[in-house]
């Protein structure tokens, strides 16, 4: 009696090797563990096992293929499709700030990590070193990592663990699963030793045998008979295949060259809805999420070299190409150029599009010069000579470029076009030739070929190309760095902005000065955004530079973890603060490890934790002397513990006194965003005299400072309207932990029961992710989480009935909810209700 066909094949746990590596994974986080191990040994069922010991939420699954190894970002292709249109520029930074913000810090499992393409390589690094990220790899035995993530090595964020097969126990519990009885004694030790205890070996060799009629059930075990099965894995894996007939061959062969597929697209081109079922009992085909693609990597190696992909590949172009999604049309294109069919130069020429879009300039390079070697319209040849030129420039291909714009410039008739060819011609001779001069000269050509309403893009690029030849005998890049940081710490940003333009070049011609220069462009860009009083948008910025950054990244971190303590979410600022901190112990080019450790210290100091902000300070003072903004840093952590102990008097005068010197050493900028901590001490007259200092001297608007100063103004006047508006403009500076005090300073003055629970709910509306400690407001908001949900509904004229529906509870508990909410907030009606709500934005849309 031979073995059931339709059961599957079983995983088990292995908990041996599990427990093994568990320890080691979870004492080493933020860093990339690979495990090495023959082709087939589990690899991949153990990095997902270990994954899901580390953390109940799911981890981010990159599987490498070679399939896409030449699609940039081809491993994380879905997610770049949701992210951005195919041919929008940073994508890498896109994706990386995503992934880094969905889990904290993000857990990842990377299979067959030697297939990524660079590019993915590079988001999987970024992602460890500038968000923490974990990384549970693959790779096959001899088989080394793509160079970034080797690279990893040289900074103690690269661990390698030796895997080996089953052991002889584990085969027999596998055969077990797989039969529902045990395997013979002698039949479990053949097979051990013919596969060495790889898993994949030995479900082929167990399915050969199956399909060959060679497992016999003797009623209280079975018999695996040895057969005619070649015994060598790759051997094993080309028998299997072979032996399919033609049309599951060909189901096979398509999707290796489109995985992963959706069995429908199958299913409607051959009908072979049967040869998928067949193909997945038989190990070759794996479904998940609605799609099937090839098991194992052997399987498409042995399939991509046989016979059957140029028969195929027509069908397989037409169904890359059948959804339009930008990545599979990639593959497509690179397909049909390696295969030497002839290809529409449009096609090529989006296809360098994207590669440039994406951020792989040698994939661009390549494609457009295969784009205009071919012949083809004159639009379509002059948009291929000009991204080839655009390419080459990129790669450093200098000559090659200049010849490619000469071609480009032959061509080009419309206005777009003429644009678009000195724009590019412009970036390339300023920065990659070095003589702006060069491209000033095009550019001004080009604008007496145009009307005045199309100049206005090449305009802003001839500003950039004159202050760049302007400024280079004067300005190098060293003093560029020095002049932009103490510009934009004065407040002075229209000075930054003109600083940098001198380093807003391609990161490779900065040389050794590149990490500092990203650094003050970071710095330029942050505290103008901060000064126009855009939190939200600042803090987003320092995501995206996080995600973009390298070995620098540890300075935008700190800034904004010390951004989240101000806003008052401490979870994420300690987090950060500690990120940073590891970031600056790998690479500290600014002096930067002591104000990482400052804002650390502040983190305890406000949650009690005193000996050890304590601790953190007398580091920080054996560091010796430190920037203005760790000094301002370590001020608010001396303010909260001296407030701790009794004084807080005399924890105002800290702050002021460290704000006074920064206006003093010319951090004016940088000391307002101290300031707010003054007015949660008490000292409102004094922060509002030092604001009106920093509003005075500063030559542009600095709205923290202005926030600070209305905050300050509305408490001593006394009116509510007044303070729920200031603390509102508190908020949006990111000091909402400032605003929720001042909400509370307010509401602790001789006003109205009702003035009081406004300025109750103004702090409800605002404390939103707070879970730092306040000052001055109760740790319990007005209105619980539940409370609020029921009076919004309540707000919204819905019945309790219906209520209760939308949210899942009883009408009972609706009405207990509703009656405390009318309490708290001192209303009797649902249009009361409405109109408290509405005022102090709690309301939202239904």
Known sequence: MTGDHRATWPLIGRDRVLNRFDDEVARHRGVIHLLHGPAGVGKSALARALSQRLSDASPILVQGLAEQSSVPLGAFAAMVDELAPPTREHALTDLVQSLGSRQTPPLMVVDDAPRLDELSAEAVARLITGFG???????????????????????????????????????????????????????????????????????????????????????????????????????????????????ARHVLCLVAICQPVAPGEIIETFAARRHIAELVRRGLLMESAGRVSIAHPLIAETIESGPEVSAILSEALRLLRRDAAPARRFRAAEWELRAGRPTDPTELTWAAGYATATGDARGAARLAAAAAQLPGRRAAAFAAQLTAATAASAVGELDVADARFDDAAALAQQPRETIALARHRGEHLAFRRGDPAAAIAHGEEALQQLDASDTAPLDADLWRWRTLAGGSSTAPVRSAIAATIAAAARGEFTAARTSAVVLAVPRELLGDDAPSAA?????????????????????????????????????????????????????????????????????????????????????????????????????????????????????????????????????AEVILRAVENAIDSSYDFIGALTL???????????????????????????????????????????????????????????????????????????????????????????????????????????LTPRELDVARAAARRLRSREIAEELGISVRTVDNQLQSAYRKLGVRSRDALRDVLAETGLLTAP
């Not at 089953?166 to 030793?193: K, N, S």
């Not at 950060?576 to 400052?598: H, N, S, V």
């Not at 707010?676 to 509003?695: M, S, Y």
């Open 519 to 651: 650094m003050a462009l970071g710095i330029e860009r942050f505290c103008a955004l901060r000064a126009a009083g855009d939190g939200a948008a600042a803090a987003s910025y320092l995501e995206s530079l996080r995600a973009e950054a390298h070995e620098e990244v540890g300075l935008f971190t700190a800034l904004l973890a010390w951004q989240r303590t101000h806003d008052g979410r401490f979870t994420e600022a300690e987090a950060l603060a500690d990120l940073a901190l590891e970031q600056l112990g790998r690479w500290d080019g600014g002096e930067l490890t002591p104000f990482a450790r400052a804002v650390r210290a502040t983190i305890a100091a406000q949650r009690h934790d005193t000996a050890a902000a304590a601790r953190m300070l007398e580091e920080l003072d054996a560091d010796g002397p430190v920037s203005g903004a760790a000094q301002l840093a370590r001020a608010e952590c001396e303010a909260f513990l001296t407030a701790a102990a009794g004084e807080p008097a005399r924890a």
């Open 676 to 782: 707010a901590h003054a007015v949660r001490f008490g000292d409102i007259v004094r922060a509002a005299r030092v604001a009106e200092t920093l509003c005075q001297n500063s030559i542009e608007r600095i709205e923290p400072a202005l926030a600070v100063l209305d905050a300050a103004r509305a408490l001593e006047s006394g009116r509510v309207e007044k303070v729920i508006s200031a603390a509102t403009r508190l908020s949006k500076n990111a000091l909402t932990a400032s605003a929720v005090d001042v909400l509370a300073m307010a509401g602790r003055g001789d006003i109205s029961d009702a003035d009081r629970r406004r300025l109750a709910a103004a702090a409800l509306a605002l404390r939103g992710d707070i879970d730092a400690p306040l000052l001055h407001s109760a740790d319990r908001p007005l």
């Open 133 to 247: 990220a974990t990384v549970i790899a693959t790779a096959r035995a001899q088989e080394e990592l793509p160079a970034r993530l080797g690279g990893l090595d040289a900074s103690g964020l690269l661990r390698r663990h030796e895997l080996g097969g089953l052991e002889i126990d584990e085969i027999a519990d596998l055969l077990q699963h797989r039969f529902r009885l045990p395997a013979a004694d002698d039949d479990v030790r053949r097979l051990a030793w013919e596969t060495g205890g790889n898993a994949l070996h030995l479900r082929m060799l167990v399915e050969s045998a199956i399909d060959a009629g060679q497992v016999v059930h003797r009623g209280t075990h079975v018999e695996i008979r040895a057969g005619e099965s070649p015994t060598r894995l790759a051997a094993l894996v080309e028998s299997r295949v072979a032996e399919l007939e033609p049309d």
